[in-house]
């Protein structure tokens, strides 16, 4: 892989960068944890372990569903501003968020979403459970915003992160090839590569190989012709 893919511009300050973007994500991880870890235990306390339990690890897997779909369709999508409300929200809400993310890949000021930018769908998808039997949709929800946070932190860790299991060093370069200008198009699973086999938008094979290979030199070679 290429230094350029894998390493921040010598201007930028990393550490400030990594603090500015862990501060951004403490409040969202603390106040969801806490709320997804009760409405757990409240289930699990009320004696419906096993739909709590059901409910909660199926929110895990909608969520990886969630993460492409967010990513693909809403954060790389345009919304133009226009004269109606949804419009405008819409623009203001989402247009600015992941564009200056792929501008600024080391800004820790777009790395993850906040409690203002992801507060009120959670608050409305909290709503919307109550329309089902309790511990159900509730726990499922809950399950969703714990693995939303989940994938915050392997997102941060990405940017700002060298850790060496086999997992982190594939999703990294999987994330990494996903900021650069052929890879924009591709690749829009976060924790894993799933939802992009299932859909299609996987990265090509040349470039797959490159990435996963064990031997640097010729995965580097390979990024820098097709970067």
Known sequence: MSASLTAAPARVRRQVEVRKARHRLYPV?????????????????????????????????????????????????????????????????????????????????HVSGTLKDTGPFVVLLFGGAQLFPPWTASLLIAGVIQAYILEEWVHHSVHFCRFKNRYFRYIRRHHLYHH?????????????????????????????????????????ATLQRAA
């Open 29 to 109: 991880t603390v106040v969801y944890t806490l709320t997804s870890l009760s409405l757990l235990g409240a289930c699990l306390a009320a004696g419906h372990w096993q739909r709590g339990l059901t409910c909660y690890g199926l929110g895990f897997a909608v969520w990886t569903w969630i993460e492409y779909e967010v990513h693909r369709y809403i954060l790389h999508g345009r919304f133009p501003d226009g004269p109606g409300h949804l419009q405008h929200f819409l623009h203001k809400n989402f247009d600015h968020l992941h564009w200056e993310h792929h501008a600024r890949p080391w800004d820790g000021n």
């Open 180 to 220: 650069s200008p052929k890879g924009s198009e591709a690749g829009y699973g976060l924790t894993n590569g799933f939802w992009d086999i299932v859909y299609a938008t996987r990265f090509p094979e040349p470039i797959r190989r490159a990435l996963y290979a064990r031997k640097s030199s010729a995965r580097g």
